[in-house]
């Protein structure tokens, strides 16, 4: 349970800062960031749910 935790928390905040950070890269670069968070969220979703 606590990586998953971990991952909302990391999630929200690269989301967040996505949205703050004028360099588009940067920008780019959390929301893959973010993404890569929700996939392994899900794997682990799955998983604990099975």
């Not at 690269?14 to 890269?25: G, V």
């Amino acid at each position: 349970m606590a990586r998953i935790e971990y991952l909302k928390q990391q999630i929200a905040r690269a989301e967040r800062l996505a949205k703050a950070i004028l360099d588009r890269q940067t920008a780019d670069r959390l929301q893959a960031f973010a993404a890569e968070c929700h996939t392994e969220l899900s794997e682990l979703t799955l998983k604990t749910a099975a």
